[in-house]
């Protein structure tokens, strides 16, 4: 009896080596990213698949993506993550989540835009904006910074504010705002005035309704003016027909610049390295820049920039923001504008 038990466990063993054995070696890519919107991620899929892999490219919120992965850092899910901004990437690197690898491509980003040591490597440049609608306002009659929206009575609960601070955008936003009025002995490094000017942004705008979105409720005049990432302007303007000037405000405004890394514990490990060699080089960065009216890291990609992108890029002047402050703070800064402020 024994004998047929132990050949029965056995002949079980071996019916299952197939289906792990293929898993472990499919080749499939699970791509986690905040930057698939307005056609992107069925542009990587296509893409990809021309090249001769296989993905599926998840969209995750920006505030929520770090936290998924670090929820599932002991049993990971994905194999690839990109379009963090770079606090977001030092959250991952943080807490052990990312594969160190250096993509062939690497000496052709900017300088200084790496991480130095090897996790995380760039891909888009983006300017946060304040846009404001040019069928209401002339550049001369619009916010010239985002302190106008509550220091002046003509724009109150004329600018859109979105409910939650999970987005990526809105959280550079707030930063760039906050870094402003940084104090040591203020409350999470901030001083009153900061805190105050936060309360007050909030107080005077309008808080998105769930379902509503900015730029609809822009071209209909409901509130012509709120924040935009730099590259996706051109496609809204496009889908909604209206056109915006955008703020450049002498302190300058927000950069971020979006990241690509490998998760540690993928099962698909020389699979991923080949695919960041591809998606980052000159070439397909190149067309995404192209597609998408985004300004690339890669230095060798940045001449299929649209002119209308580098164009902005070239108006505005970056804001001093040290990220790494930002980065240890930003957490805690959202919670109390959520549970305190925003409420």
């Known amino acids: 009896m024994k004998k047929w038990i132990c050949l029965i466990v056995i002949a079980m063993m071996l019916l299952t080596l197939p289906a792990c054995g293929q898993k472990e070696g499919s ?28 993905v599926t490219a998840v969209q995750v919120g920006g505030g929520d993506l770090a936290n998924r992965l670090i929820a599932e850092k ?25 594969l160190e ?36 306002y002339s550049e001369a009659t619009g916010p010239q910074d985002w302190t106008d929206l509550w220091e002046n009575p003509a724009f109150h609960g004329q600018y859109f504010l979105f409910s939650s601070l999970s987005g990526g955008t809105t959280r550079a936003v707030i930063s760039g705002i906050l870094v402003r009025y940084l104090d040591e ?17 909030y107080d005077n705008g309008y808080i998105a309704k769930e379902g509503e979105e900015f730029y609809a409720l822009l071209a209909e005049g409901t509130t012509p003016m709120g924040q935009m990432w730099s590259s996706g302007l051109a496609a809204r303007e496009e889908q909604y027909g209206v056109k915006s000037y955008y703020a450049k405000p002498a302190v300058g405004v927000p950069y971020v610049v979006e990241q690509i890394g490998i998760i540690d514990g993928s099962s698909n490990i020389d699979e991923a390295k080949k695919f960041l ?17 985004s300004l690339p890291a890669n230095k060798e990609a940045l001449s299929f920039a649209p002119e209308y992108i580098r164009a902005i890029d070239e108006s505005l002047t970056v804001q001093d923001i040290d990220w790494g402050f930002v980065g240890a703070h930003i957490e805690k800064w959202a919670e109390k504008i959520e549970l305190e402020i925003m409420r």
């Open 27 to 54: 080749g499939e890519l699970v791509i986690y990213s905040n930057s698939l919107t307005d056609g992107r991620g069925e542009w990587v899929e296509e893409k990809a698949k021309e090249a001769g892999f296989t």
């Open 74 to 98: 002991n049993n990971p899910v994905a194999d690839i993550v990109f379009g963090l901004n770079t606090m977001g990437f030092e959250s991952l690197k943080n807490e052990n989540v990312l």
């Open 277 to 293: 060699d591809w998606f980052g080089s000159a070439e397909v960065q190149g067309k995404w820049a192209e597609e998408f009216y």
């Open 185 to 201: 002995n203020g409350e999470l490094g901030v001083s009153e005035e900061g805190w105050e000017a936060v309360k007050q942004l």
């Open 101 to 136: 690898y250096v993509p062939e491509w690497a000496g052709e980003v900017e300088e200084g835009m790496n991480d130095k040591d090897g996790y995380y490597h760039s891909l888009v440049k983006q300017a946060i904006l304040l846009i404001y609608s040019q069928d209401v």
